[in-house]
């Protein structure tokens, strides 16, 4: 069968949007996930944009596509030739490293966005392509908003970028103009019309504006293209991109219908969205398609029955070949380090030395509090663990009192180094007086922009998970924290953000984002 090359933007396009950004630590962790889910390609962030994008591409460079059989790990470059100097930097410590160029090619663009004509873009995009492959071989170039580009003129650009070297001629529906059939068209008429088609592989990158992006990268593949660009659970600009779970089950699903396959490991796909919504704190709707905590649910008389007699009734998948069996009891509090080492193996966590230790530790505490622990518990403690900013500030002791006719109040001790600091404070609820005990204490005055909190499994004693935003005096950062203690997680959440505005090296953002 035909192969598609699935081509992950999660990092970059998916992290762009707001609400989703992520640090290098958690774009370190989600990774290495999306390795073990083995897509072809990693889109691990723009460079140019900041130095924190330029070192969390440059890590994921070197800790994730450095390892045997890791995917392709890309960056994102305009056509300017530092772009591509600053892109190269970047990703050059992979096995297999890749410069996506790209530059708009709608008269939109040339006319309100770039004011230059469209020889002057025909020029620089030969240019750029020439530039980026004397770095490497693998180049791909975009024609931002292809959909709404004048046809023969971005024909032209295509067919000169793929004479200069380019590899890959990605489609962008920048903004999610097109409609399936439509763009079924303009993908066929692009691979007979582009000279050298042939000679590179096309690729589509689709927008969920109208609600369409995975239609139309499927209906793109029925026309020839052999890439598509897409992210976990969706996630991207304005409304999102194409959703990888979707495209990929519908692949193997209508296997007989498509005729083509991926390489993608799609027991993982479950986890992959679980360890997504975990770092951003944003979580799917429960009727997502594939990952919706509903996509296997039944509650309507007549399909529970169907579902009894014959799961085909109504599961046109499995659950397991998405990674969704059910959550069984591993481990408890007699359990030791071994066993959850090897629990954690099967989970994708390969711990040892330091890591395991506070993993381990955190289990311990966890399970003198808790009757059940799940896969999901689990997940919840390392992937916390491993998201967080370096510690500056931690926990040390907690005590709150808040009642009916009482003033709620907290008692906050703090380790910092080997020095302990502590403070009381009063609120309108325990968890806004613990949250004043905090600012007390580090003299650093945060505001809370958001406040999300969700249960990580089901039961009365389940981790609670919450996730913050908060603006220190202009600065906007995001935290999290988990425990069985919905008061202690808000803390630890707050802490997670204070501390991550402690370490974060500040860059200057450009405001350009890409296809």
Not at 9 to 27: A, C, I, V, W
Not at 257 to 286: A, D
Request: glycine fraction near 8%; proline fraction near 3%; aromatic fraction near 6%.
């Amino acid at each position: 069968m035909d192969r598609v090359i699935i081509f992950d933007t999660t990092l970059r396009d998916g992290e762009q949007s707001p609400g989703f950004s992520m640090n290098t630590m958690e774009k370190l962790e989600m990774a290495r996930q999306l390795a073990r889910l083995n897509v072809d390609v990693i889109e691990a962030g723009f460079p140019i944009s900041s130095d924190e994008d330029f070192e969390a591409t440059r890590q994921v460079a070197k800790q994730v596509g450095t390892l045997e059989g890791a995917p392709t790990i890309c960056g994102l470059s305009r056509v300017g030739l530092g772009d591509i100097d600053r892109c190269w930097e970047a990703v050059k410590y992979a096995r297999k490293p890749r410069i996506h160029t790209f530059v708009a090619t709608s008269d939109i663009h040339l006319k309100y966005k770039l004011r230059k004509s469209r020889a002057e873009v025909l020029k620089a995009s030969i240019e750029a392509v020439r530039h980026a492959r004397s770095y490497c071989e693998d180049v791909e170039f975009s024609p931002e908003d292809a959909s709404r580009s004048d046809f023969d003129y971005m024909c032209d650009v295509l067919s000169s970028v793929i004479d200069a070297g380019a590899r890959t001629i990605n489609i962008p529906d920048t903004v999610g103009y097109a409609i399936p059939q439509e763009w079924a068209e303009r993908i066929a008429r692009i691979r007979d019309t582009v000279h050298g088609a042939d000679r590179a592989v096309i690729s589509v990158h689709c927008h969920n504006d109208l609600g369409q992006a995975v239609a139309n990268s499927l209906t793109a593949l029925l026309s020839g293209a052999r890439q598509i660009e897409c992210t976990i659970n969706g996630i991207g600009e304005r409304a999102g991109n194409a959703s990888l779970e979707e495209i990929v089950m519908a692949l193997r699903t209508r296997k007989d219908f498509f005729k083509v396959e991926t390489q993608v490991r799609t027991q993982e796909l479950f986890r992959t969205s679980r360890l997504l919504s975990h770092i951003t704190g944003v979580h799917v709707q429960p009727n997502k398609a594939v990952v919706g905590e509903n996509a296997f649910a039944h509650e309507a008389g007549i399909h529970q029955d169907g579902v009894l007699k014959e799961k085909l009734t109504y599961e046109i998948m499995k659950p397991e070949d998405v990674g969704r069996a059910a959550n069984k009891l591993v481990l408890g509090k007699h359990s030791g380090r071994h066993a959850l080492a090897a629990r954690l193996k099967d989970l994708g966590f390969d711990l040892a030395g330091g890591e395991l230790d506070r993993a381990f530790g955190t289990f311990k505490d966890l399970a003198d509090r808790m009757k059940e622990i799940y896969d999901e518990d689990l997940m919840a403690i390392v992937t916390d663990d491993a998201t967080q900013a370096p510690v500056t500030y931690e926990i040390d002791y907690l005590h709150v009192l808040s009642g009916t006719g009482v003033i709620p109040s907290a008692t906050v001790r703090l380790k910092k180094d080997a020095e302990t600091f502590q403070d009381s404070a009063v609120g309108d609820g325990p968890v806004d007086a613990v949250l004043a005990a905090i600012d007390a204490i580090t003299g650093l005055k945060g505001r809370l922009q958001d406040y999300a909190i969700r249960s990580a499994t089901s039961g009365k004693d389940a981790i609670g998970e919450v996730a913050v935003k908060v603006d220190f005096d202009g600065t906007v950062v995001s935290g999290k924290g988990s425990s069985t203690d919905v008061i202690e997680a808000s803390a630890r959440a707050y802490l997670s953000a204070l501390n991550r505005l402690l370490s974060t090296t500040r860059g200057h953002h450009v405001k350009e984002v890409g296809p």
